[in-house]
T-cell receptor
Framework: AQSVTQPDIHITVSEGASLELRCNYS??????LFWYVQSPGQGLQLLLK??????LVQGIKGFEAEFKRSQSSFNLRKPSVHWSDAAEYFC????????????FGTGTRLLVSP | DGGITQSPKYLFRKEGQNVTLSCEQN?????MYWYRQDPGQGLRLIYY???????QKGDIAEGYSVSREKKESFPLTVTSAQKNPTAFYLC??????????????FGEGSRLTVL
């Protein structure tokens, strides 16, 4: 079945440490892929997106993501986490034609320890 | 400032009552969407509208209704037929163009609690 999977429900990272959030997709072609961030009680903000070309995508707030076709993955990374990065992160992908084919993962909650 | 305004932010209702959540945008976007967010389930599409006077069911439309009489407005009614309405509801609008150039913009959400 076509899907976007985020295997980690929670991740705790020390402030200043590096971060990697995992995202896998199941789709017969290369999807458009997105990472969003959501602060508590707020809407979602787009961090970055991939649609073609360079497999390493730069986004806002110092985030980047790497598309790996062989692993069907689109992991989000940040070299040094700040306390303000604590939030929920959603991976999403367009798995077909039509708006309703935008599928969100279940999210990963990032906790940042001092 | 351009953006999407959802109201109310918090809403409490008794079981069996219909409730309407407001979503207004001044971004001049044609397309608007409603999502439901539950813990551990991500976002699920309820309804979407790509143009005024037209809307389509999403994955979980049962128990919900919408209207799109104006470009700026896309209200969502949670009816008494919705079996488990307590959730966080997010409205979004789309800039248009393909996914390589377009972007979804989200409101700040409405939290509905049914007592």
């Amino acid at each position: 079945a076509q899907s976007v999977t985020q295997p980690d429900i929670h991740i705790t990272v020390s402030e200043g440490a590096s971060l990697e959030l995992r995202c896998n997709y199941s789709y017969g072609a290369t999807p458009y892929l997105f990472w969003y961030v959501q602060s508590p009680g707020q809407g979602l903000q787009l961090l970055l997106k991939y649609f073609s070309g360079d497999t390493l995508v730069q986004g806002i707030k110092g985030f980047e993501a790497e598309f790996k076709r062989s692993q069907s993955s689109f992991n989000l990374r940040k070299p040094s986490v700040h306390w303000s990065d604590a939030a929920e992160y959603f991976c999403a992908g367009v798995l077909g034609t039509g708006f309703q084919k935008l599928v969100f993962g279940t999210g990963t909650r990032l906790l940042v320890s001092p | 400032d351009g953006g999407i305004t959802q109201s109310p932010k918090y809403l409490f209702r008794k079981e069996g009552q219909n409730v309407t959540l407001s979503c207004e945008q001044n971004l001049n976007h044609d397309a608007m969407y409603w999502y439901r967010q539950d813990p551990g389930q991500g976002l699920r599409l309820i309804y979407y509208s790509q143009i005024v006077n037209d809307f389509q069911k999403g994955d979980i439309a049962e128990g919900y209704s919408v209207s799109r009489e104006k470009k700026e407005s896309f209200p969502l009614t949670v009816t008494s037929a919705q079996k488990n309405p307590t959730a966080f509801y997010l409205c979004a609008s789309y800039t248009g163009g393909g996914w390589n150039t377009g972007e979804l913009f989200f409101g700040e959400g409405s939290r509905l609690t049914v007592l």
